[in-house]
T-cell receptor, first 112, second 109 residues
């Protein structure tokens, strides 16, 4: 079984819709992250959480919100999706004693 | 800012050696990661350098100079399967990794 899972893997939605992307991990890591990736732009950090009660904005948090429901779960919401949020979204985890990040398989989101 | 700079694209032939450079701002620096990412897939860990010098891991090596804010990833005996994006990421104190935009490497026969 995968250590970091993301649901859904693909999603097509319409402008103005609310959408939630979910991430779960079985690695027992404290830290979780959400990134988006656009062609030629690398990975841009949206939000990160160092433990259940900790939420921090990243480089591009506008238009997004997150919820850390448990140590193992970190969800990303788009309250009102817009076409320029079309991208590949990755969740990642790391342990506080070792900064290597482990990535989920990604969610490909298309906003029409 | 937290600019991480690396070339956008590189090309090489099978069996060759290629060096991918990365420069970063030295403030708050804890270490430097290299990840490999095939198209449409998740990034996977290649190396992590904290101290100055070269670390070798099979066909891949990574070098770090902390004072110069410089790292490189060296790939030897290139194979077609090495065609991918290579992401340099700075481990910034107190926050998440800061990624560069990635270098797309194309290996031809």
């Amino acid at each position: 079984d995968a250590d970091v899972t993301q649901t859904p893997r693909n999603r097509i939605t319409k402008t103005g819709k609310r959408i939630m992307l979910e991430c779960s991990q079985t690695k027992g890591h404290d830290r979780m992250y959400w990134y988006r990736q656009d062609p030629g732009l690398g990975l841009q950090l949206i939000y990160y959480s160092f433990d259940v009660k900790d939420i921090n904005k990243g480089e591009i948090s506008d238009g997004y919100s997150v919820s850390r429901q448990a140590q193992a779960k970190f969800s990303l919401s788009l309250e009102s999706a817009i076409p320029n949020q079309t991208a590949l979204y990755f969740c990642a985890t790391s342990d506080q004693t070792d900064d290597e990040q482990f990535f989920g398989p990604g969610t490909r989101l298309t906003v029409l | 800012g937290q600019n991480i700079d690396q070339p956008t694209e590189m090309t090489a032939t099978e069996g060759a050696i290629v060096q991918i450079n990365c420069t970063y701002q030295t403030s708050g620096f804890n270490g430097l990661f290299w990840y490999q990412q095939h198209a449409g897939e998740a990034p996977t860990f290649l190396s992590y350098n904290v101290l100055d010098g070269l670390e070798e891991k099979g066909r891949f090596s990574s070098f770090l100079s902390r004072s110069k804010g410089y790292s490189y990833l060296l790939l030897k005996e290139l194979q077609m399967k090495d065609s991918a994006s290579y992401l340099c990421a700075k481990n910034q104190a107190g926050t998440a990794l800061i990624f560069g935009k990635g270098t797309t490497l194309s290996v031809s026969s």
